[in-house]
Nanobody, 120 residues
């Protein structure tokens, strides 16, 4: 079965950096768009960054210039490099991927989430 597992979250000081990784397992087909989303307490889940199968990227305005998303199709991983972190970046970060199922349709999968806390 398909699983997405995030790693790399933790506690850092403002201005610091973190590198989040997400590895997809149990994937027997192709992976379309992959991305990172985050949800802060009391807020809706929001898009952070996405990357297509062709490596085209899209970023939220709040992270543009600070975060970089990348992927390795062979390893089925997606990485979010986060620099110049701010307290407002504090949230649970979720990895997501669109993967074709055994029925030949696309389905969105989500990781369990990893906590990122930025202290001021």
């Amino acid at each position: 079965q398909v699983q997405l597992v995030e790693s790399g979250g933790g506690l850092v000081q403002a201005g610091g950096s973190l590198r989040l990784s997400c590895a997809a397992s149990g994937v027997k087909s192709s992976i379309n768009t992959m991305g990172w989303y985050r949800q802060a307490p009391g807020k809706q889940r929001e898009l952070v960054a996405t990357i297509t199968s062709g490596s085209s990227t899209n970023y939220a305005d709040s992270v543009k210039g600070r975060f970089t998303i990348s992927r390795d199709n062979a390893k089925k991983t997606v990485v979010l490099q986060m620099n110049s972190l701010k307290p407002e970046d504090t949230a649970v970060y979720y990895c997501a991927a669109s993967i074709m199922t055994s029925f030949g349709v696309w389905r969105d999968y989500w990781g369990q989430g990893t906590q990122v806390t930025v202290s001021s």
